[in-house]
C-alpha cells in the first residue's frame, strides 16, 4: 500500500512539474515577443496596444485612450489580430 502512495504521488508530481515547464517556456516566448504595437490580453482581462516595452514595465494603451504602465509580468497574452477582430465582432452585437 505505502507502494502505491508513493509511485501515486511521484506521478503526481512529474505531472505538475511538466505543466510547470511549460507554462514557463510560454512566458518566456511570450516576453521575448512582445513588441511597440501589439494587442496584449492582462491577467486581469484588460486589453490594450503596447506603446512601449521596457526591462521591467510596458506602458499600454487602452480603449478609452488611457496610458497604464504595468509588469511586464501581468502581460497574460499576445493576442493575434484574429482573435482581436473576432472579439470586436462578438461585442458589437
Known amino acids: 500500500m505505502l507502494t502505491f502512495v508513493a509511485v501515486s504521488l511521484a506521478i503526481y508530481a512529474l505531472i505538475g512539474l511538466r505543466g510547470l515547464q511549460q507554462r514557463r517556456a ?3 516566448r511570450l516576453h521575448a515577443e512582445l513588441a511597440p504595437g501589439q494587442t496584449v490580453a492582462l491577467g486581469s482581462g484588460i486589453y490594450g496596444t503596447t506603446v512601449a516595452v521596457r526591462s521591467d514595465t510596458v506602458d499600454i ?12 509580468y501581468a502581460i497574460s497574452a499576445i493576442v493575434k489580430e484574429e482573435q482581436h477582430h473576432a472579439q470586436h465582432s462578438a461585442d458589437a452585437h
Open 26 to 28: 510560454y512566458f518566456a
Open 61 to 72: 494603451r487602452v480603449k478609452s485612450g488611457a496610458l497604464m504602465t504595468v509588469s511586464r
